[in-house]
């Protein structure tokens, strides 16, 4: 079992930035491709970046390009990422999740591929 904690959600301002954080426990030995997905109110969760589990490989939706630049804490036996944002937009609220699933390579853009998930957190950007 593998447990997801995200932080660094907030209220922003239009063309602010923010960092969030990603972190997992619990069955760290493993490789796991990790991902960041946002869903917004009345909307699919969407996929935004990811990181394959031997990170050789990252991935971006089109949104996320340019904007959003996923990193990953490469210290040995840890688990970590982060997503900086910038240019925030209204459009960018949502409610942002870390997911991640066992695998070295794929990356893939659909949420049920993933088994573990974080709770979320809330990126509001106001006008």
């Known amino acids: 079992q593998v447990h997801l904690v995200e932080s660094g959600g907030g209220l922003v301002q239009t063309g602010d930035s923010l960092r969030l954080s990603c972190t997992a426990s619990?069955?760290?030995?493993?490789?796991?491709?990790m991902a960041w997905f946002r869903q917004a109110p009345g909307k699919e969760r969407e996929f935004l970046a990811g990181?394959?589990?031997?990170?050789?490989?990252?991935?971006?939706t089109d949104s996320a390009k340019g904007r959003f630049t996923l990193s990953k804490d490469l210290s040995d036996n840890v688990n970590a990422m982060s997503l900086q944002m910038g240019t925030l937009q209204p459009e960018d609220t949502a409610v942002y999740y870390c997911?991640?699933?066992?695998?070295?390579?794929?990356?893939?853009?659909?949420?049920?591929?993933?088994?573990?998930w974080g709770q979320g957190t809330q990126v509001t950007v106001s006008s």
């Open positions: 990181i394959s589990g031997d990170e050789r490989r990252t991935a971006y």
């Open positions: 619990g069955r760290t030995f493993t490789r796991y491709t």
């Open positions: 997911a991640a699933r066992e695998g070295t390579t794929r990356i893939p853009a659909a949420a049920r591929e993933y088994i573990y």
